[in-house]
């Protein structure tokens, strides 16, 4: 595969809507391994992935919903605006192909939290330009329920120094946004010279 790297980097775009099929674990596999050549500090490679498709994508979404409910964003209630809210976010949800759980164990050390957290959005950015470079898309999400206490332990993740760091939303893009442009940089750009 020949890519320009600056025209995937250009043309990179989050995708919110995606097509049914899952996409090829060895495409996944690929995608990851070369998000894996972020720059990390001391060479922790501190990411971990889960990739929830299929059963344990229903799994998932499952703990989500509970989830939600837990921290108050939808009533604790079998009113039918709750029932349809359910649905609908359930509907949501399960049509997204994958969602990979980016997570890594917490640093006690600031300084060591901040560098690992950077690696890993690195990772991230990586992961979204080659899955680009593939034809697949991707939505880096910071959803709530990853600040829900509870959520970690729910999916089997019970060490508490277990951070959730992302949610990667993947899978085919059903629409491609038009791009929005930058800001010139040179509106963000000063160059020190004494």
């Not at 990179?12 to 995608?31: P, T, W, Y």
Request: charged fraction near 25%; include cysteine.
């Amino acid at each position: 595969m020949s890519v320009d790297i600056l025209d995937v980097i250009r043309n990179r775009r989050s995708i919110h809507s995606f097509k049914g099929e899952e996409v090829e674990q060895e495409v996944l596999e690929a995608i990851f391994e070369h998000a894996s050549w972020a720059p990390t500090h001391y060479m922790k490679e501190a990411w971990n992935i889960k990739v929830y498709q299929g059963a344990g994508k229903e799994r998932l979404v499952d703990e989500i919903l509970e989830s939600y409910q837990r921290i108050g964003m939808i009533p604790q209630n079998k009113e039918m605006k709750t029932m349809k809210m359910m649905q609908s976010m359930r509907q949501f949800l399960t049509h997204i192909p994958h969602h990979a759980l980016i997570y890594f164990h917490k640093e006690e050390d600031p300084i060591r939290y901040e560098e690992e957290y950077a690696s890993i959005c690195a990772f991230i950015q990586n992961a979204q330009l080659a899955a680009w470079a593939y034809g697949v898309g991707m939505l880096w999400t910071i959803t709530p329920y990853m600040h829900d206490p509870e959520f970690p332990a729910s999916l089997g993740l019970q060490d508490e120094t277990i951070k959730i760091a992302a949610v990667l939303q993947i899978g085919y893009p059903e629409k491609t946004p038009i791009s929005k442009g930058r800001t010139p940089i040179q509106h963000k750009l000063d160059f020190i010279v004494k």
